[in-house]
């Protein structure tokens, strides 16, 4: 059985940092393409960054680069969001994904639960 699991959320003051860990289970991890997307309250789903399978490429939303960093341990099956310089905008609830390349694009066929992360004073 396939399972993602995310943990770190929190809240955190603006400007502070948190790293979410999302533990994948039930499949191969290393041969998956990972993403982190988030919602915010009252808002649709947005994309947040994706890692390759290796971990050799990354790729951030416009509203996080510079500032998050997608990462993966493939020996630990876990994949890590790094988050710094944290704004209240940034306050969502933040899902990890596995991507699954099909010929003309790419679907989401597994996600996990969330985890929050606020950001207020």
């Known amino acids: 059985e396939v399972q993602l699991v995310e943990s770190g959320g929190g809240l955190v003051q603006p400007g502070g940092s948190l790293r979410l860990s999302c533990a994948a289970s039930g499949f191969t991890f290393s041969r998956y393409y990972m993403t982190w997307f988030r919602q915010a309250p009252g808002k649709g789903l947005e994309w947040v960054s994706t890692i390759t399978s290796g971990g050799g490429s990354t790729y951030y939303a416009d509203s996080v680069k510079g500032r998050f960093t997608i990462s993966r341990d493939n020996a630990k099956n876990t994949l890590y969001l790094q988050m710094n310089s944290l704004k209240p905008e940034d306050t969502a609830l933040y899902y990890c994904?596995?991507?699954?390349?099909?010929?003309?694009?790419?679907?989401?066929?597994?996600w996990g639960q969330g985890t929050q992360v606020t950001v207020s004073s």
């Open positions: 994904a596995r991507e699954y390349v099909i010929v003309d694009g790419c679907v989401y066929d597994y």
